[in-house]
T-cell receptor, first 114, second 114 residues
């Protein structure tokens, strides 16, 4: 059974700092890894999708890397802003035939202090 | 519509009451997923539809949970005889059929059983 772990569980940084969020997964047989943002009381907003054949994706100040063989991904946030405060979730989908469900970590709660 | 729409946004049910949660996916999206998110946890998979076919219901926690998507678009998650442990946010997501595509989530329905 796939398990996803995110470290740290919570992180507090001053505005302007660069930061790294970590995600690991136990079964490397995945199609995609997806990073999401969740604001309190809200749904999930997709940030980046990395296909299993890719090593990284970039969107603005966000960069996500994937090392499929070692079961690891990182989300790098440059020049953090208070508006980046949210919970960040990592998820991988199953490689089993016919099922594309996502398995999520518990998330990293980020607080960016002005 | 432009995104995944869920209703109601909030639902308070008395223990033992039946509830129905609605999901309207992105137009043309073949795949539809339901997830349950307990407080402080990542979302957990409940069930998966491809068009009107329910291909995977392995995550449904009990036979009190039932989901349908009769015409391959709107889906309803029904919970019978609600219990306090059913209190959670129920998230719906949709995606295109292929494996290497993003999942798009709705805002969720927060169910509180009292």
């Amino acid at each position: 059974k796939q398990e996803v772990t995110q470290i740290p569980a919570a992180l507090s940084v001053p505005e302007g700092e660069n930061l790294v969020l970590n995600c690991s997964f136990t079964d490397s047989a995945i199609y995609n890894l997806q990073w999401f943002r969740q604001d309190p009381g809200k749904g999930l907003t997709s940030l980046l999708l990395i296909q299993s054949s890719q090593r990284e994706q970039t969107s603005g100040r966000l960069n996500a890397s994937l090392d499929k063989s070692s079961g690891r991904s990182t989300l790098y946030i440059a020049a953090s802003q208070p508006g980046d405060s949210a919970t960040y979730l990592c998820a991988v989908d199953g490689a089993g035939a016919g099922s594309y469900q996502l398995t999520f970590g518990k998330g990293t709660k980020l607080s960016v202090i002005p | 519509g432009a995104g995944v729409s869920q209703s109601p946004r909030y639902k308070v049910a008395k223990r033992g009451q039946d509830v129905a949660l609605r999901c309207d996916p992105i137009s043309g999206h073949v795949s539809l997923f339901w997830y349950q998110q307990a407080l402080g946890q990542g979302p957990e998979f409940l069930t998966y539809f491809q068009n009107e076919a329910q291909l995977d219901k392995s995550g449904l926690p009990s036979d009190r949970f039932f989901a349908e998507r009769p015409e391959g678009s709107v889906s309803t998650l029904k919970i019978q005889r609600t219990q306090q442990e059913d209190s959670a946010v129920y998230l719906c997501a949709s995606s295109t059929r292929t494996a290497n595509t993003e999942a798009f989530f709705g805002q969720g329905t927060r169910l509180t059983v009292v």
